[in-house]
């Protein structure tokens, strides 16, 4: 059996569809599915149970998995209630560490690029104490994964039990289908698909660094179909261990993103600069790339989907569909 938390959310619930494709229907997942139609991410799996977090501590008693995938949290970049960030971020991750630690139960959880702050210390995914140590992450959900990453360094540090697997992905900035309950944190390609298919102008941020033109501030965007793949692959491979960066190795532009968009319906751009807003121009991020040396070491040779061909395969098999759910 195996446990997905946030297994109802824009990750959890593509690796719940690929686990069930891979012929996999003992899959428990642990969510809230409030009243935003995030149910629909799962209307067309088959799962064993559905568990609220507040009652998985006592779900996982006497139990024995064959790995926890977790993936659940507030991970909206603009949160500000650091209690309860803290309390579903970092504790309830903790809580999860030790019961895995004490069960002998493999972990691969989600952690981030937004850990890396303003990208001043580069992004390369060392898991040691003192490189971590190094970075400032911009925002309460970056603080709140990195105090879990740097937790389990520590514990490494000092040789203390982990898991038997234990891996720590921090994701770029991934985008594709079932993201449609995730509201301003969508990718921008998923809020602004009906602007671009009805001929409405798009609206892309002025840059306001020198330097740097408007729309060309850079992301490591990766399809959720390459982030799916690493994490079976991790199922498949537990002799791996370690925290790891998941995205494509190449940084690439919001304009070249709509673009993509465009090509993929045959039409013509129309993209207009706004303004950011004050409130974030202080913390926004013009540039992320990330490093992936250290997965391809490790054995992974799964590749990653050009950002042209990625688009195209989102907007043909979902966004430019009735039923955009996976």
């Known amino acids: 059996m195996l446990l997905v938390t946030g297994g109802a959310g824009f990750i959890g619930s593509n690796v719940v569809a690929a686990l069930n494709d891979s012929g996999r229907s003992d899959v428990v997942v642990c969510d809230l599915l409030g009243s935003d139609g995030k149910w629909r991410n799962l209307a067309k799996r088959q799962l064993v149970d559905i568990v609220p977090p507040a009652e998985l501590a006592d779900w996982l008693k006497g139990r024995k998995l064959d790995a926890v995938i977790h993936l659940g949290a507030i991970s909206e970049t603009t949160a500000t209630d650091g209690d309860l960030v803290i309390e579903t971020n970092f504790r309830f991750s903790m809580r999860l560490l030790d019961w895995c630690t004490a069960g002998a139960v493999p972990l691969i959880y989600a952690s981030s690029a937004a850990t890396y702050g303003d990208g001043a210390e580069g992004f390369d995914d060392d898991g040691s104490p003192a490189a971590l140590k190094k970075l ?143 409130q974030i121009r202080g913390s926004y991020q013009y540039f992320t790339e990330s490093k992936v040396d250290r997965l391809h070491r490790a054995g992974y040779n799964g590749g990653f989907t050009t950002l042209e061909d990625a688009v195209k395969a989102y907007v043909g098999d979902y966004l430019d569909r009735p039923d955009r759910f996976r």
């Open 136 to 278: 400032r992450p911009m925002n309460l959900y970056g603080w709140s994964k990195h105090l879990f990453d740097l937790a389990l360094a520590e514990r490494i540090a000092r040789g203390e039990g982990l898991p038997p697997q234990w891996a720590g992905l921090k994701f770029f900035n991934v985008f594709g289908p079932n993201e449609y309950h995730k509201g301003a944190m969508m990718s921008v390609l998923a809020r602004r698909f009906d602007d671009v298919k009805a001929g409405r102008v798009v609206q892309l941020f002025k840059s306001h660094r020198d330097g740097i033109a408007d729309g060309d501030q850079r992301r490591d965007f990766i399809y959720v179909d390459d982030v799916v793949r690493v994490i079976l692959w991790l199922l498949a491979t537990p002799s791996v261990s370690g925290l790891f960066n998941v995205g494509t190795g190449k940084a690439r532009s919001f304009r070249e993103l709509m673009l993509a968009a465009y090509a993929a319906l045959g039409a013509r751009p129309n993209i207009e600069y706004i303004d950011m807003p004050e």
